[in-house]
């Protein structure tokens, strides 16, 4: 069983920066993509930011220019930062990992951005 344990939510001024960290209980490069997804209660859950397995990286227009989508291969770590984060990044994250043809889902972590 696969197990994503995300962290770093928290609350965030606006124009300050957010990193969240996503633990694997895997190797990292054994998935096939990993992303970072929000949801805002009552919204559809959405895509933020992606990365595959080669490291080629996408990311989604709310936060294309502000975040940055990063992994630790040694510690199995996925990281996701954002800049200049506004009112509309409020949401919870989730982790996500593609392995094979299952995707695995972390809890989420809380990101409130209010001054």
């Known amino acids: 069983q696969v197990q994503l344990v995300e962290s770093g939510g928290g609350l965030v001024q606006p124009g300050g920066s957010l990193r969240l960290s996503c633990s694997t209980s895997?190797?990292?490069?054994?998935?096939?993509?990993m992303n970072w997804f929000r949801q805002v209660p009552g919204n559809e859950r959405e895509l933020v930011a992606g990365?595959?397995?080669?490291?080629?990286?996408k990311y989604e227009p709310p936060v294309k220019g502000r975040a940055a989508i990063t992994r630790d291969t040694d510690e199995n770590v996925l990281y996701l930062a954002i800049n200049n984060v506004m009112p509309e990044d409020t949401a919870i994250y989730y982790c996500?990992?593609?392995?094979?043809?299952?995707?695995?889902w972390g809890q989420g972590t809380q990101v409130t951005v209010s001054s």
């Open positions: 996500n990992a593609l392995w094979g043809d299952v995707n695995y």
């Open positions: 895997r190797r990292i490069l054994s998935f096939n993509r």
């Open positions: 990365i595959s397995a080669s490291g080629y990286t």
